[in-house]
């Protein structure tokens, strides 16, 4: 059995649920994602004793995690409309 590796992956642009239901796809059916912050940036420590990353998989993360999101604003009703909160008049 091949050793566990982990290693940091910046979050920008990844969605959570998207690296967490997606990396066993990629690194291996052993792999697991948690939340993570490394010198100050957030983002996911990957372990696996799969391969690594590479930056293509990382690419494909992001535009699957930026579908996702476009989904979710459109189901919650969230799409770059102002919503209101609180209005008060100045006087």
Same mark, same amino acid.
């Given at each position: 059995?091949?050793? $566990?590796?982990s290693?940091?992956?910046?979050?920008?642009?990844?969605s959570r649920?998207?690296?967490?239901?997606?990396i066993?796809?990629?690194?291996?059916s052993?792999?697991?994602?948690?939340?993570?912050?490394? $010198?100050?940036?957030?983002?996911? !420590?990957?372990?696996?004793?799969?391969?690594?990353?590479?930056?293509?998989?990382?690419q494909? !993360?992001?535009?699957?995690?930026?579908e996702?999101?476009? #989904?979710q604003?459109?189901?919650n009703?969230?799409?770059? $409309?102002?919503?209101?909160?609180?209005?008060? #008049?100045r006087?």
């Amino acid at each position: 059995m091949a050793a $566990q590796q982990s290693y940091f992956v910046p979050g920008y642009g990844i969605s959570r649920a998207v690296i967490q239901s997606d990396i066993r796809y990629y690194c291996g059916s052993d792999a697991i994602v948690r939340q993570y912050t490394h $010198q100050g940036r957030d983002g996911f !420590l990957v372990t696996t004793s799969g391969p690594p990353l590479t930056e293509a998989q990382i690419q494909d !993360l992001k535009n699957a995690s930026k579908e996702y999101e476009e #989904r979710q604003a459109i189901a919650n009703g969230f799409v770059n $409309q102002p919503i209101p909160v609180g209005q008060h #008049r100045r006087r």
